[in-house]
């Protein structure tokens, strides 16, 4: 009889040689970097302060300076500094956690012999590009940033401006050890088919910014597309809540374009929150290709072949809404508690 064999598995090591890897392709290799990196990366999969979560976005970068001068109307608020070592990198983030939220994101400053670290922001409006959008998807290799968030629940992304990435899921479910953000693109080009071009992006902007949100949260969600040209609800549909009007974020997005003033921000952020409000609600938030929101809190009647199959009932839901999508629906989208998310239906 073979003696028993005894293994030790070491999600650290793990950890270290990826981020030596990145750090390395992002010619920003350092050691103290790198051990900070990982501290940061095993405190965010579920951030809170005082019971609350929260969910930061933090950039290391090697000249604030440099950075704020690539984003339009920035601004940054130093809160500390501390010797070059994982340590402070950690107290960089509870120190700014709570206050990276609105549009500002912590950045933490490699020094010669220190690290320096703060809050910072861009743009004016809620439909303003990103620091990481700016920084890291669109930006400069000669300006040298790192990206740290948790994309969903469980799953952390560290992304460079050279486009090295590494994502980090500390779940067990493989389906959801990829990226949602692909996914995320598929859903808000099917939401935004129908939105005049010359404010298509924005729309997609204010979508992503609500679903990377929701995301985030980890409660799970459904969310079914109709055709924009669709005055009515489809009977596939029960109990739902319909809106009456729909919401238009088409047009709440066009206010603010067109007169840039604190009243419209505010009434688009406000859409967002009420938006993200029907998402984490039971049943199926339901839009249309124009960018509106119809109902929500809506449900859809299973099959017997399907109610009796095995999975949660949310997943179950999904299958069902899928097999409608090229006849009532458009598109069908299902977020679930475990941090998986699909998508199925027509994009541009």
Request: glycine content about 8%; charged content about 20%.
């Amino acid at each position: 009889m073979a003696a028993p064999r005894h293994r030790t598995l070491s999600l650290h090591e793990q950890l270290k040689g990826a981020a030596r890897d990145l750090l390395a392709q992002e010619k920003m290799s350092c050691a103290k970097t790198q051990e900070g990196l990982i501290a940061l990366i095993n405190a965010l999969r579920h951030y809170t302060e005082e019971g609350k979560a929260l969910f930061p976005e933090l950039f290391v970068v090697d000249s604030l300076r440099g950075i704020l001068q690539v984003l339009p109307e920035s601004e940054a608020v130093q809160i500390g500094e501390g010797a070059k070592h994982a340590d402070t990198m950690a107290k960089a983030l509870k120190k700014c956690a709570p206050l990276a939220r609105r549009g500002w994101a912590v950045y933490i400053e490699r020094k010669e012999r220190k690290f320096a670290y703060g809050v910072f922001r861009c743009g004016s409006t809620v439909l303003s590009l990103s620091p990481a959008e700016l920084l890291i998807n669109k930006g400069d290799p000669s300006v040298p940033a790192l990206m740290i968030r948790q994309v969903a629940d469980n799953v952390i992304q560290v992304k460079g401006v050279s486009q090295s990435s590494l994502l980090v899921h500390f779940g067990a479910a493989i389906e959801a050890e990829v990226s949602p953000v692909p996914t995320l693109n598929q859903l808000t080009d099917c939401l935004t088919l129908d939105v005049p071009a010359d404010v298509q992006e924005q729309v997609g902007t204010f979508y992503r910014a609500v679903f990377s949100g929701v995301f985030r949260a980890g409660h799970g969600t459904l969310a079914a597309i109709i055709s924009g040209a669709k005055r009515t609800i489809p009977k596939t549909f029960q109990d739902g809540i319909p809106l009456s009007p729909s919401i238009s974020v088409t047009s709440k997005v066009q206010d603010v374009l067109a007169k840039s003033d604190c009243a419209s921000n505010t009434q688009l952020q406000a859409c967002a929150a009420l938006v993200t409000g029907m998402l984490l609600s039971d049943g199926i938030t339901l839009f249309a290709t124009d960018g509106t929101v119809r109902a929500y809190n809506a449900f859809i009647k299973h099959p017997r072949k399907i109610a009796n199959a095995g999975g949660g009932a949310r997943m179950r839901t999904f299958i069902v809404m899928s097999e409608f999508v090229g006849r009532d629906l458009v598109g069908a989208f299902i977020q679930s508690q475990d941090g998986r998310v699909e998508f199925k239906g027509k994009t541009r």
